[in-house]
């Protein structure tokens, strides 16, 4: 007779009253298979008794499944930790202004705001803020600029129509050498929490990303 301590999982209910489900719970499940151990000896032939190297080998595999489900459940504890860990990381964004890839144009105040990264130096930068269709609103020039992360504002007072869904490229050269752009769209944190052990915002444009889809804070 062979002992299998996993073949069903019963709730059992501990000294103190709280219920446990013998296949996730290492106590529970020892205590289950020591019961079974007792109940085979007691019943074993005497003719054939139980022979040392089989019970050896049941008694060596429960504590196996023991130290799985022990390292399991700490495995679970530390990953429960470090969600609290990101949520509590990502509260403190909360209010902040935030850059990631994107070429919404934030409107607030009667100023639109966007950013945008280059890979090189540009002898000159230009911005032109879009409607949704496409159609061009208005264009700024900024001259010339570094490599790496920029931001820009554009006064938005004299602009008479919806600036919901207002968009920007951003076209930049060097020299007569057109270089890549990055538009980056700015928006700020409203909410945080924790899904499938990653950090994630929800942003006041509506959309939700990751923390690491964070480019810059503002």
Known sequence: ???????????????????????????AAQDRFLKLLVAQLNNQDPMNPLDNAQMTSQIAQINTVTGIQQLNQTMQSMAEQFNSLQVMQGTALIGRNVMTDGSSLAVADKAGKGGFEIPSAATNVKIEVTTAGGQVVDTIDLGAKAAGRHTFE???SKYTGTTDALQFRVTAVNGSTKLSSTPLALSKVTAAGAEDGQLKLTLANGKTINYSQIKALV
């Open 154 to 156: 554009w006064d938005a």
């Open 1 to 27: 007779m062979i002992l299998n301590s996993a073949t069903s999982a019963p709730t059992v209910t501990d000294a103190t009253g709280t219920k446990a489900n013998a296949g996730t719970d290492p106590a």
